[in-house]
């Protein structure tokens, strides 16, 4: 090693729709069990989450949520998985409390890559010579892991979920989205 990040090699064939990778910071949950670790598989949602969601427990046992892991972001996922619709699921997030950012993809969507951009760090970039979006926490790390490609910043406003299709990646949507924030000045919308 150099003192450079790793970079992974991005040899991927034409097969895959969406790649989520997440480095935990652990808030709850030991790592060495494995369902704790990202991404989080939640019946047909796979899904990263940087945050921490406060009202978790409560969560489960109002909504009588499926509970497999002991990290409270299963509990986003779940949400997620509940919904018929990005609505629906909007509707559910405003019962949330926490800090909030997530990438997730539903099995029934692989085509489809949603980012919830809330009050934690998430940006996203274009690359044309992938045909690929890609995420992380700052732009910094996008461009260590593109390693020279040629990336183009896309503009993901704070309290929006995007959604990306792999047909038309640069004529995404975004929906605006609130939740209940550890902001002092309370809940937090768009």
């Known amino acids: 090693m150099t003192g450079k990040l790793y970079r992974p090699v991005i040899t991927l064939g034409n097969q895959v729709t ?3 990778a997440h480095t935990r910071h652990r808030t ?3 790592e060495q069990n494995s369902l704790n670790n990202h991404p989080i598989h939640a019946g047909q949602v796979i899904g990263t989450h940087n945050g921490h969601i406060s009202n978790a427990d409560r969560l489960v046992k109002e909504l009588h949520l499926l509970r497999t892991a002991e990290v409270d972001s299963e509990v986003l996922f779940r949400l997620v998985d509940r919904s ?3 609505d629906e699921f909007r509707k559910l997030l405003a019962r949330c409390r926490g800090s909030i950012s997530a990438a997730y993809v539903r ?3 692989p085509a489809r890559l949603r980012l919830l951009k809330g009050d934690m760090p998430l940006c996203a970039a274009h690359v044309p010579s992938l045909h690929a979006v890609v995420y992380a926490s700052e732009e910094w790390m996008i ?4 390693d020279g490609r040629e990336y183009e ?3 993901l406003d704070p309290f929006t979920l995007s959604t990306f299709d792999c047909g038309d990646l640069l004529g995404f949507t975004q929906q605006d989205v609130c939740f209940h924030s550890p902001d002092p000045m309370g809940p937090l919308t768009r």
């Open 143 to 146: 461009d260590n892991a593109l």
């Open 18 to 20: 969406v790649l989520l």
């Open 107 to 109: 099995l029934d969507e």
């Open 84 to 86: 018929q619709s990005d």
């Open 28 to 30: 709850r949950g030991t």
């Open 153 to 155: 910043m896309l503009e």
